[in-house]
Every structure is written in structure tokens, then in C-alpha cells.
């Protein structure tokens, strides 16, 4: 192929028209749309297990009652906890009645229970990140390592009532979530072992 002089290869996605890997890679990405709360896990510190099933959260891609009513896997998809909604991973996460008192019980512990789910702010995404932003930048990231260990035990919870008819009372489910929480301390996960020894009940982390 014979080129005249004045024709040249230029790439598209750079301002000097030389390909890069970056620039190939960031344009890959052209036109998707980012996921809510994706950045955020990916900064979080939490076992491998619980970030996936965080991920597969926020992509609401859990197998849950409303998924597999879908997938016609099965007839009904009532909440497993209170049989009253469907039961969708918001639903199971931060609009259930079980949920709510569970994340009361928890965020209590740390003087947070005014973050705690209402039904007027139910999505289970924006509750999060909306209460992130108005915490001190000092325990945020402790905060986001405690979303993803609450709904991994209420999923957790969830799954042994249907798979081994085992139910926990929910102040027994709250003193399990608080006992881990110790255990991801000592493991170097997160500080929340540290917290409950820094921040006792009454100091306020709220920023004003």
C-alpha cells in the first residue's frame, strides 16, 4: 500500500495522536455507565468473599426470591424474613423490618443508630453512600467495611433460614455482626476493635 506523504496515522484518543495502552483502556470504557457504589468497594477493606457478594449486591445479581420469581425457579418471591414484600436485595438489606432492627441494634453500638434504614430511604446503595458523606473522614472507610459485614450476615441469615430452617433472634444476629466485627479488627481488616475502645457510646462522629 503506497501512502502519499501528507497521510499519516493518527490515534483518536490522545491529544498527540500516539497510541497508548491507557488511552486504549480508557476507551474501551466509552460509554458505560459507572455503577453506584463500585468505586467505593474497590477502596474497602473486607475479606475476598464478602467484597464479591458486596459486588454482586450492587449489581443486584443476588439470587434472591424476586431474581428467581424471574427466572421462573419458583412461584412466589416473599421476603424471607417478614413474608410481607418482595424480596429484593434492598428489600432484604435495608427495607425489611428485620434489617432495619438489626442495622439499629449494630449502628448503636458505635452512636450511629441515626443512620439507620428508614423507609424513606430504603435503596440499599444510596443509604450507603449517602451516610458515608456525612460521616468524619476518619471512619469512613471503618463504616464501609461495616455495611458490607452487616449485609453479609443479614444474606448470611437469610440463607440459613432457608436452606437449614436455623433462625436467630435479630438481638442475637446483632451480637454475632459486633463479635465479627472484633475478629476483622484483630485480623487488620478494620479498626472496629479500636473503635469500640476510642469512640464510646455518646461521642459524636457526625460532621456538623
Known sequence: LNLNASDIFRWKWTADGQFTTASAYK???LGQQAIPGAKELTKTRAPVRCKFFFWLAIHDRCW???RRKRHNLQDVDNCTFCDQQSETISHLSTECVLARETWYLVLRRYNLQRHTPSLANSDFVE???LSQKQLRKEIRKDF???VILVAWSIWKERNLRIFQKVKLPVAELADSILDEAKVWGYAGIAHFYMLFSLYPIGRAWITV
Do not use: V
Open 27 to 29: 476507551a474501551f470504557f
Open 64 to 66: 434472591t426470591g424476586d
Open 127 to 129: 443509604w450507603w453512600l
Open 144 to 146: 464501609d467495611s461495616l
